[in-house]
């Protein structure tokens, strides 16, 4: 499980991500709204932990922005803005949870177990679809009229992403930190042969489904080209 933690006090930035490391998750630490709302919108975290004043773009608005971006990442907010208003101010605008500061850390920590425990909103068991083709999550196994083939977890890591988002043009970056982790010390030559696997696994189950490589930015899946 990966964290981002969006504090301006680099103190306290630097203990939760100590903390949350031992506790054992991974965890991306950022010092202003802007920066934060640019990890965001990779979509590379389980759970983001956020301040409301932060310099740049203060935390509801980055909470804003994300939940218009419909970025379904669970939030908490983590603030010393702790009047009743402001705690519904923050739940209203999309936060999943409220903690005010000073905190304990067991309760932060029960609080983000409680919310990784849900199941996650825009992901469970049932298969994805999209033109010829359904994928079964659990199993990582493709599917095409009569035909199948089983992925790899990073193919089907991969593959997941691109049926999420269909008929978008995903770049380069926001691939590799998805799939592959936002500090991961991946070349990008990686992602080239991940494409390339892909591209024969829709081709060995006969499907109308292609990538298309979109020269200079990503990549996008969809139906109709080769």
């Known amino acids: 499980m990966r964290i981002l933690v969006i504090e301006d006090d680099k103190s306290l930035a630097e203990t939760l991500r100590f903390q949350l490391e031992r506790s054992g998750f991974e965890t991306d630490v950022c010092h202003d709204g802007e920066e934060g709302l640019h990890f965001i919108e990779q979509q590379a975290h ?38 009743l208003n402001d705690k519904v101010t923050g739940l209203d605008c999309g936060a999943d949870d409220y903690l005010v500061k000073p905190f304990d850390y067991e309760e932060l920590l029960a609080r983000i177990r409680c919310i990784l425990r849900r199941p996650p909103k825009w992901e469970g068991a049932k298969p994805l679809e999209y ?10 196994k493709l599917y095409c009229k009569d035909l199948s083939c089983s992925l790899s977890a990073r193919e089907g890591d991969l593959l997941e992403f691109f049926l999420r988002n269909p008929n978008q043009t995903i770049p380069r970056l926001s691939l590799l930190s998805k ?15 991940y494409i390339y696997f892909l591209r024969r696994r829709l081709k060995s189950v006969g499907s109308a489904v292609s990538l298309k490589t979109v020269r200079g930015v990503g990549y996008q899946l969809e139906v109709g080209h080769v």
């Not at 033109?131 to 990582?140: A, R, S, V, Y």
């Open 46 to 83: 389980d759970l983001i932990l956020l301040d409301r004043m932060l310099p740049i773009l203060d935390g509801i608005s980055v909470l804003k922005i994300t939940r218009e971006k419909n970025i379904p990442t669970p939030i908490i907010f983590v603030t010393a803005l702790g009047a």
């Open 131 to 140: 033109g010829d083709l359904t994928f079964d999550i659990e199993q990582k």
């Open 179 to 193: 799939v592959w982790g936002p500090d991961a010390d991946v070349e990008e030559g990686n992602l080239d042969n």
